[in-house]
């Protein structure tokens, strides 16, 4: 292993990697042979039953220290001369803080006695993404503790060192240590995915054939799914047979953005496939080959996909229906999507549904085939009671060639779903049409009449097509920026755009300066932090952004920490039966004690799933209903170790230390979140449930488990 890093150095500073890359892994290392906010609500008053807890006093000023954001070496002096609890919590909160004021800490905790201290400290550093650790992390990694080497490798990826450092560190453990080239890849292939170019390739290839287990070999897949390179297909066409359904679905997943036609026979078998996330993979690999017209859209798959847009499982029928776009106009196909907007016609799906989802992305499946009846069908959605098909009247009407008109009437909506909808396709027709002159107006006009609307929603919207395209001048940005304070989300879309603006437009540049230096020392901590971080975009020094305003007191973090000592608990009733899940409290102390007040006080009770992404994660805990609604504080990111898997329950985010009431529970592995959203807990009874909830489903109640 040693040589083959060596090696890859090599190639790459020669220049000649992505040609020895056309050949085998094992040709590969032959070849080299012989070279060289407002918080949340505060807990009710202290029973006297709750268990003692040793050092509570400095467990608290920790947690403080966390939620507020707030580096303070007393403290951190106390709980690093503490015991192992201690320091691993310790750990803990300086990988939350994220200052550099923390990192020599880390440095010693890397060295500590305790492996779970030496494991946090490794994920802290990781969170910090900084490089100064770079030895200690080194050591971490090719020492004796497996655990918390693959946390360290993680980290050293963070911090942006190179895979061929690392490769060559670890490769010490086959010629020094005798632990052999099988601990290299233990301690490699599962965070890979984490490194970027031409020499991580290589190595996911390598790993692919060399990988001493499927879980293993899972992670040479992944790596190598992550960013997909043409020359890799041939690696993943055998996989699509696989005995392990997550590398079956994750070759169909590359091959449909690197694929090619042949690529689609070569898929039909998955959609008989009996997991239903490799059924979810190929029909969305098979509609990105034919949409990008790197495939014509075969026959073969056509009866496939008239059985499965009528699948009882929500998340296969969902993309089958907006997969079967691409294979119109067919009667076989254009029946069952019909029946879904006529009720009678489609059996018991099409009648159960007829209102519902499947309609909606029947209806704009029809446009994008070009459907015949697709006009009416529009006109008819435009004045539907339901919000939801009003917004799937605008995706139709947005591909359709007459729906020009449906669009600037619901454009008028009084729902802001609705006219964000309007807003989003139109700003994307200009984009598709590559900004003329013509077009950078009407987007410039678009914008300003977002900026007028009485949704902060579209305000939003309008701030991030603006940090991408900078149209509008900083003066009309610093409204939107101080505009109100209810919307925390259009207020930090607002301060991003004015950063972009100000570094697009040099005779701009001092005025949107100037407007951050006074929304850097604004009341809320996420918009104070957001324009500090604009201003050093900028080449300005940023005044301090300072701790949040928690409103807390030591004695209220001590309630927490009583609280949330043990895992929880909580019965989650829908409207297709019952979910147990259990809340990982110690790891989210913050996060858990919110979650459990909220449902305490029938916060949850009725509230829809509103959002389903086929194979990914189902979403609720909105009452908005359009992901945009919360329960009126944020929560601080406590982000921890826990990986997300199937059933695990994560804290829904539109930025970091966002949360609020909004969860997500995975419907598959998902590492890329891993280490970026706070990882609640995981459903623990019922898991057989989460194939079955559709957007619409209720919440009917959720009750902690005495």
Not at 63 to 92: I, M, N, S
Not at 367 to 389: C, F, N, Q
Request: hydrophobic fraction near 45%; charge should be negative.
């Amino acid at each position: 292993m040693e040589t083959l890093f060596r090696c890859l150095r090599g190639v790459m500073a020669s220049g000649l990697l992505p040609v020895i890359l056309l050949s085998s892994a094992v040709g590969i290392l032959a070849g080299c042979g012989g070279a060289a906010p407002i918080s949340l609500p505060k807990p009710q008053q202290r029973p006297e039953a709750l268990p003692k807890v040793e050092n509570l006093e400095l467990r608290s000023l920790l947690l403080l220290l966390a939620d507020r954001r707030l580096y303070e070496p007393l403290t951190v002096e106390r709980a690093f001369d503490g015991d192992a609890e201690l320091r691993r919590e310790l750990a803990v909160v300086l990988g939350r803080i994220q200052e550099r004021a923390g990192i020599p800490t880390l440095q010693a905790l890397l060295l500590d006695d305790s492996p779970e201290v030496r494991r946090e400290a490794a994920f802290a550093l990781g969170l910090l993404g900084v490089d100064t650790a770079r030895p200690q992390l080194l050591r971490v990694a090719t020492g004796e503790d497996r655990a918390a080497a693959v946390l360290a490798v993680e980290a050293l990826a963070a911090s942006g060192v190179s895979v061929l450092d690392v490769g060559e560190a670890l490769a010490v453990l086959e010629t020094e240590s005798g632990l052999g080239q099988e601990e290299v890849w233990h301690r490699l292939l599962p965070v890979l995915h984490r490194f970027s170019g031409e020499p991580a390739v290589a190595l996911a290839r390598l790993g692919l054939e060399q990988a001493p287990n499927a879980e293993l070999r899972g992670w040479a897949v992944y790596a190598l799914a992550q960013d997909p390179q043409p020359r890799v297909a041939a690696d993943l066409r055998p996989l699509l047979a696989d005995e392990d359904p997550w590398i079956r679905g994750l070759a169909a997943q590359a091959l449909g953005r690197i694929g090619d036609g042949p690529d689609l026979e070569r898929l039909a078998p998955q959609l008989q496939d009996p997991d239903p996330w490799v059924v979810i993979q190929a029909l969305e690999a098979g509609r990105r080959l034919v949409a990008s017209a790197r495939a014509a859209a075969v026959p073969s798959w056509r009866e496939a996909l008239a059985r499965l847009v009528v699948d009882p499982r929500p998340g296969v029928r969902m993309t089958a229906i907006e997969t079967s776009a691409y294979w119109l106009l067919d009667e076989l196909l254009e029946a069952p999507l019909l029946a879904y907007l006529e009720p009678g016609e489609a059996g018991e799906a099409g009648e159960a549904d007829a209102e519902g989802w499947a309609g909606d992305r029947a209806l704009v499946a029809l446009a994008v085939g070009g459907h015949e009846r697709s006009p009416d069908l529009i006109r008819a959605a435009a004045a539907a009671t339901r919000v939801e098909r009003r917004v799937a009247a605008v995706r139709a009407a947005a591909v359709a060639a007459s729906g020009a008109g449906v669009l600037d009437t619901l454009a008028e909506d009084p729902e802001p779903a609705v006219r964000r909808a309007v807003l989003e396709e139109r700003l994307a027709a200009l984009a598709r049409n590559g900004w003329t002159e013509t077009d950078l107006d009407r987007g410039e006009a678009l914008a300003r009449g977002a900026l007028e609307d009485v949704d902060a929603s579209l305000w939003a919207t309008a701030c991030d097509w603006l940090t991408e395209i900078p149209a509008l001048p900083v003066a009309d940005l610093a409204v939107a920026a101080v505009r109100t304070t209810r919307v925390l989300e259009a207020r930090l879309s607002a301060v991003r755009a004015l950063a972009a603006r100000g570094a697009a437009l040099e005779e701009e540049t001092e005025d949107a300066a100037t407007v951050l230096q006074a929304l850097a020392r604004d009341s809320n901590w996420l918009v104070r932090r957001q324009a500090a971080r604009a201003l050093v975009e900028l080449g300005r020094t940023p005044p301090p952004v300072g701790p949040v305003a928690s409103g807390r007191g030591v004695d209220s973090y001590e309630d927490v920490i009583l609280r949330t000592r043990r895992p929880r608990r909580v019965e989650l009733v829908t409207s297709r039966g019952s979910l147990v899940l259990e809340l990982d409290c110690p790891a989210a102390p913050m996060t858990c004690l919110s979650f459990l007040q909220l449902a305490d006080q029938g916060f949850f009770d009725g509230l829809a799933w509103h959002r389903l992404v086929p194979g990914f994660a189902v979403q609720s805990g909105d009452p908005r209903g359009d992901g945009w609604g919360g329960p009126g504080y944020r929560l601080r990111d406590e982000v921890n170790r826990r990986s997300f898997r199937r059933g695990t329950v994560g804290m829904a985010l539109s930025g970091p230390d966002t949360a609020g009431s909004q969860f997500f529970i995975t419907l598959s592995r998902q590492p890329q979140l891993d280490g970026v959203y706070t990882a609640l807990g995981e459903v623990v009874d019922g898991e057989e449930l989460l194939g079955l909830l559709e957007p619409g489903d209720r919440v009917e109640s959720v009750r902690p488990v005495p």
